[in-house]
Each structure stands twice: as structure tokens, then as C-alpha cells.
């Protein structure tokens, strides 16, 4: 019995290791708990700026093909802005889904509140038909999705501490587009840019934050 | 069962477990090379999709991942990102005794003209291809669209 107990045990802790060593490599690569400290609840995702963003005047067109004036439309409402396109298979998609998984969470009142605004930094290909189909996929129908001139949309951008480069078309035909470096949110107080979040905030992040931005306070 | 049996037994499925938690190259002579943590996370559209995994060489040989082929996709490219701009990648260096990261927010696998949008809880199956290593087959579990190891 002792003998048949022992090497059952010797059994499971021969499979746990051989697991582990393959588990243990894999939290080699990234995610090693000292890493996960920096990245992780204990520091804030959000970057409340000393010097907030006057909202700038931009005018654009959205996904239904009508004119969008961001000032007059977001006036008085908490608002979420961030750059990005549709042929972006990592970083525009997670960042969006982010926002939306918190957003869904919100309360309806806050939900009414809350302006989530997408920008194309390729307007040429995001038309509003495309930008319509991807936001409902990445984000949530109730999102904006806004395109116009490129110029006009760069200019928007710098003015709100992001910089974004027309899109350029590769020898081998491939466009290389490029998106915004951080989600700017805008007070519904003050109607300026007052909060940054990068492009690695996670879910939880915005989970925890967007009720605060939602009362224009600081995250 | 005698011991010797039971010993036999516990060694045949110590060997599974191996087999079933890393795919190991088959290389012919090259350097050793596995595959980890592989993952798609769902796209949001039907157009596109990106694919992440780990890339071990346990051998003093430095190898390259030179193409990506997929069944579900037409086209299956390496995306390297810099900034916040991606551009495909000729390859991507798997160091002798290190490893080729894809992660999020980094260089990647993108795939086009999908077949079929996959689904979280499919499986994707992609080949990987070396310039010295022999091809190793990955199976990339689909994962929800936020999914992010690193933040996990």
C-alpha cells in the first residue's frame, strides 16, 4: 500500500514538473512576476496631465456618412479619443474592445454620458462603411467612428499630443498606417484633455476608471 | 501490474505530456527549436488576424523564421512593429540559446484573406518555417480579443 501511495506520487510529481518546465518557460518570456508588478494593478494606467488638451476643433464625417463637429457634439460630455484604423490587427482592435468591455459595464446613465470617439489615421481605406462594420466588431454600435482629409485629422491629432504619418503605400504594395500613441480623455467639466491611458492599459484599467471620467475627477 | 509495469506506464505518459505541451521541431540537423504560449486572439472582422507565440531555441545554433503558412488564411505575413507603425518583416532572428517573442503591442503574425473568421475556442493551425530548422506545426488556441498573457 505504502509502496503503490509512493509511486503514485512519484507519478504526478514526474507529469507537475514535466507541465511546469514548459509552463515555466513560457513566464520566462514576459510575464515574470516581477514584470507583472511593474505592468499590474499597483501602478496607474491613466497619466492625468499638469497641462489638459484644448479639445481641438475638429470636423469630420461619421460612419453614417454625416458631419460630426467633435467640439459641438461632445460638449459638456465625457469623452474617450483615440487614433487608429481598421487594417490594425493588434493594437487598434485590443484597445477598442478594452474600452468597450468597460464601457458595457457602466451604468446606462453613465453609458449615455460617455462619448467613445475613433478617429482614422487611413481614411483613405476606413470609409464610413468600413469604419462602421469594424467598430461594431471591435468597440461597441454606440461608438463613433470618424474619417475626412487626412491633413485635417493630423492637425486634430497634434493637437492633443499625438502624432500620427500619413499612411505610405510599400513597394511590395502593402500600406503602412499608424496609430495614436495613447487614449486621451476629455473632461465633461472642462471640455479639455485631461487623462492619458497607453496603449497597454488593460480592460481592468478602464474598468476602474471610467466611472471617475465619466464625473470628470481624476482617475 | 508490477512495478516495473507501472514505472513503464508513468514514463510512457510523462512522454505525452511533453509531447502535448510544446511541439518540438523535427528538424533535420538544425538547431532545436520549440514552440510556446502560441494564441490568436479573436478578430473583430472577418478581414484580418493576428497570431502571437514563443519561439525557443535550446541549441548554440541561431536560427530564422522566414514564412508563416496557415490553413485559414490566404496569406499569413510577419509583422514587425515600431512605434506605433507595423511593417512585414523579411524575418525574425530566433538567437542560439534564446528565444523569438511575438506578443502583443509587438511583432506578430498577421493573417489575410481569412477563410473563415475564427471563433474563440477554435484551434488555428500554422506552419512555421526556418531558414536552418525544419518546419514545426503550432496549433494556436483562439482566444478572447483582449487576451493578453503579459497582463495576466
Same mark, same amino acid.
Given at each position: 500500500?505504502?509502496k ?10 514526474t ?8 509552463a ?10 516581477v ?15 499638469d ?9 469630420l464625417?461619421d460612419t ?17 479619443v483615440?487614433f ?29 454620458k460617455l ?15 468600413a ?11 454606440s461608438f ?11 492637425a486634430g ?25 495613447q487614449?486621451?480623455a476629455?473632461?465633461?467639466k ?14 481592468d ?15 | 501490474?508490477?512495478?516495473r ?14 509531447l ?6 523535427s ?15 479573436? /478578430? ?8 502571437f ?6 541549441? @548554440?545554433?541561431?536560427d ?10 490566404g496569406?499569413?505575413?510577419i ?10 518583416a ?5 538567437p542560439?540559446?534564446?528565444?523569438l517573442?511575438?506578443e502583443?503591442?509587438?511583432n ?9 473568421? /475564427?471563433?474563440? @475556442? ?31
Open positions: 500500500m505504502l503503490k501511495n509512493a509511486l503514485a506520487v512519484a507519478l504526478v510529481a507529469a507537475a514538473l514535466t507541465l511546469s518546465s514548459c515555466g518557460d513560457t513566464a520566462d518570456s514576459g510575464s515574470s512576476p514584470s507583472d508588478v511593474s505592468a499590474g494593478t499597483d501602478e496607474k494606467a491613466a497619466t492625468v496631465l497641462r489638459p488638451f484644448e479639445k481641438p476643433d475638429l470636423v464625417t453614417h456618412g454625416k458631419k460630426y463637429d467633435l467640439r459641438e457634439r461632445t460638449k459638456g460630455k465625457p469623452t474617450l483615440y487608429g484604423y481598421t487594417n490594425c490587427p493588434d493594437v487598434c482592435p485590443l484597445t477598442m474592445s478594452n474600452i468597450a468591455i468597460a464601457y458595457k459595464k457602466l451604468p446606462q446613465a453613465d453609458r449615455d462619448q467613445v470617439v475613433f478617429v482614422t489615421t487611413d481614411p483613405e481605406r476606413d470609409t464610413p462603411e469604419l462602421g462594420k469594424w467598430l461594431k466588431g471591435a468597440g461597441d454600435p463613433t467612428g470618424l474619417t475626412g482629409d487626412f491633413p485635417a485629422i493630423q491629432a497634434r493637437r492633443m499630443g499625438i502624432g500620427i504619418d500619413p499612411p505610405k503605400k510599400e513597394k511590395d504594395g502593402s500600406v503602412v498606417s499608424m496609430h495614436g500613441a487614449v486621451i476629455f473632461s465633461p472642462t471640455d479639455a484633455g485631461y487623462v492619458l491611458y497607453s496603449d497597454d492599459t488593460t480592460a484599467d478602464y474598468i476602474e476608471d471610467l466611472p471617475e471620467l465619466v464625473e470628470g475627477k481624476n482617475p | 501490474m508490477n512495478r509495469t507501472i514505472l513503464a506506464t508513468a514514463a510512457a505518459l510523462t512522454a505525452g505530456l511533453v502535448a505541451g510544446c511541439s518540438t521541431g528538424g533535420s540537423g538544425g538547431p532545436a527549436l520549440k514552440v510556446e504560449g502560441a494564441f490568436m486572439p479573436e /478578430p473583430v472582422t472577418d478581414d484580418m488576424a493576428a497570431g507565440l514563443t519561439v525557443k531555441n535550446d541549441s @548554440g545554433t541561431a530564422r523564421l522566414t514564412s508563416v503558412t496557415s490553413d485559414i488564411a496569406e499569413v505575413t509583422h514587425r512593429t515600431t512605434g506605433q507603425k507595423m511593417r512585414e523579411e524575418s525574425f532572428d530566433v542560439a540559446d534564446g528565444e517573442n511575438l502583443r503591442g509587438g506578430h503574425l498577421m493573417f489575410m484573406e481569412l477563410r473563415k473568421k /475564427p471563433e474563440q @475556442g477554435d484551434t488555428v493551425s500554422v506552419e512555421l518555417h526556418f531558414e536552418k530548422a525544419g518546419p514545426i506545426r503550432a496549433e494556436l488556441p483562439v482566444k478572447e480579443t483582449t487576451h493578453n498573457p503579459d497582463k495576466q
